[in-house]
């Protein structure tokens, strides 16, 4: 499936953003002009059933790798993904060739979920999205709420086929992490580490590291861009 993105910048480089489940492009906001005053094209995709790309029938990672190599550019300089986006990128990573990847509180491991609340968040209020992401910038809360009401919320099946925790990375790859991470935890960290893979913590930052701390997340990525 051929995905919409977003663009900014016009550098030489190209850095390849993906977003977590229920967002959209738009929830890089805080993070993709700064890549495009580094000398970055920025390209955001919307993953299928989300944002401008519109539903689909299939909602797999390796369905959502397939569209982001069918969609980003190859051999991107940069490839950096949060969450879910995260599990599409690791299976993609290989044919995309990029040069290096960063992956953010990713959403590798399979763990025990409640589907149905998670699709009773596309009803979600602005007060009740302020009250889950205190640190977020009001921007970020109204962007989540135009993002919910084009998400498809079929979408979350592809929580159970998460592809669990890899080996060594294909590629130069970091690993940004909430404080703490629920996705992973301390001892799957520590295994990530010696499989070769850099690993941080962003102190204080909740699931969505750049959208709760866009500066610490930035901050991470010193040496990476």
Same mark, same amino acid.
């Given at each position: ?67 982001? =190599?069918? @969609?980003?550019? %190859? &051999?991107?300089?940069? *490839? $950096?993904? #949060?969450?879910? /986006? ?61 993002? =919910?009401? @084009?998400?498809? %919320? &079929?979408?979350?099946? *592809? $929580?159970? #086929?998460?592809? /669990? ?61």
């Amino acid at each position: 499936m051929r995905l919409a993105t977003r663009v900014w910048g016009d550098g030489p480089r190209t850095a390849v953003l993906v977003h977590g489940i229920m967002t959209d492009s738009r929830s890089w906001r805080g993070v993709a002009p700064a890549l495009a005053e580094r000398g970055y094209r920025v390209v955001a995709v919307d993953l299928r059933g989300h944002g401008a790309s519109g539903p689909a029938g299939t909602y797999t990672p390796a369905a959502l790798a397939a569209d982001l =190599l069918e @969609t980003l550019p %190859p &051999a991107p300089d940069l *490839a $950096l993904a #949060h969450s879910l /986006g995260s599990a599409a990128l690791l299976l993609a990573v290989p044919a995309l060739r990029c040069f290096r990847a960063v992956h953010c509180d990713p959403g590798w491991l399979r763990r025990p979920r409640d589907l149905d609340a998670l699709r009773a968040v596309r009803h979600a209020t602005w007060q009740e999205l302020r009250t889950a992401h205190p640190r977020w910038h009001d921007d970020d809360i109204t962007t989540e709420l135009r993002a =919910l009401a @084009t998400w498809d %919320p &079929a979408s979350v099946v *592809a $929580l159970r #086929h998460l592809p /669990g925790l890899p080996g060594a990375p294909a590629v130069r790859s970091l690993v940004l992490l909430a404080d703490p991470s629920e996705r992973i935890p301390p001892a799957e960290a520590t295994t990530l580490r010696r499989s070769g893979w850099q690993v941080l913590t962003v102190d204080g930052a909740g699931h969505s590291v750049y959208r709760d701390d866009p500066a610490g997340f930035l901050h991470g990525l010193r040496g990476w861009l």
